[in-house]
């Protein structure tokens, strides 16, 4: 394989004149560039990237650390931060922590060295209910910055991509009250997680303002679901809407409805966190408040990529806030 030695040497100009031509450097006149190029193309030259990462103290690479592969959302946010990545020239290596606290530690201690210049990651469910952060604080005092999305931890001073979940669910449930619900229903599985957290403050804070009876239904993980929900719905039969705070109860709600004869949207009305695929899963589908879970992967590697580049102040982070869209299908009257 040609080297930037011999390519020197036979243009007769120095090692650091083809480097720079390579790198469209404004200091090297655009004849030479062409002719360093022309011939770099025609010896197929590649560059050393574990040499040149050596020299610069950077791998090119980002670690994304992930709760869960077979979760939709992060799977398409895992797209997003991808796409960006490739985009502005950066390899990612993918680990999945199975919402475990010990898989969360030893994934960011086996890329941490060396491997990654610095992190995207969703903390996982085991990390949420435990509150333990300081893996997350001596990665990044390693010099490896993190950007935590979706579910995250104040109290790590880190860059941070949220959706607006407290909001949207506020505002998810205020269209319900718009269509003249009076007892609506609040479902979640993720209880133990920030982010169902935030969803069930909404939905409490907008019932509340109307003076309306909160609905709570909690689901564990070892529940059966739709069996649950059923006996849910069949017990409290005055319920004339639904806000699912998770993926799938939203449409299991639909489903249950219909076994019970009730009709949607006529009775009930259904709003759920969801991808459209999902959501054509019941009929009627089911209306969504839509995440746009690539536009999060994306604003998550343009954080770090701009940090690694030192385009940011060290002690200065942000928290971007990416707004969400109510879908409305036919779940609901509107």
Known sequence: MVTLKQLAKELNVSIST???????SEEIGGETVKRVKELAA???????????????????????????????????????????????????ITCVSNEMLDKEISSLQLLANGSVDGFILAISEETQIKNETSHFVKTINQGLPIVMFDRVANDV?????????????????????????????????????????????????????ENLKPYLLKIDKLDDVQQ??????????????????????????INAASKLGIEVPKNLSVIGYSSKAISNHCIPKLTTIRQHAKDIGACAAQLLIKRLQNNEPKDEFSTRIIKTSLVSAGSTLS
């Open 157 to 209: 001073l880190c860059d941070k991509v949220i959706v607006d979940d407290f909001e949207a669910t506020y505002n998810g449930t205020k269209s319900l009250i718009t269509e003249k619900r009076k007892h609506i229903a609040f479902f979640s599985s993720i209880d133990d997680l920030s982010v169902g957290k935030l969803r069930e403050k909404g939905y409490l804070k907008a019932v509340s303002e």
């Open 42 to 92: 025609l010896y197929n030259y590649r560059p050393n990237k574990v040499a040149l990462s050596l020299k610069q103290n950077r791998t090119k690479t980002i670690g994304v650390i992930i709760p869960d592969i077979l979760n939709r959302f992060l799977a398409k946010v895992l797209i997003g931060i991808e796409q960006e990545a490739t985009a502005n020239g950066y390899n990612i």
């Open 228 to 253: 649950k929900i059923y006996e849910f719905l069949k017990e409290n039969n005055s319920i004339d809407g639904v806000i699912s705070a998770d993926s799938s109860s939203g449409v299991i709600a």
């Open 18 to 24: 083809v480097s720079k031509a390579l790198n469209n």
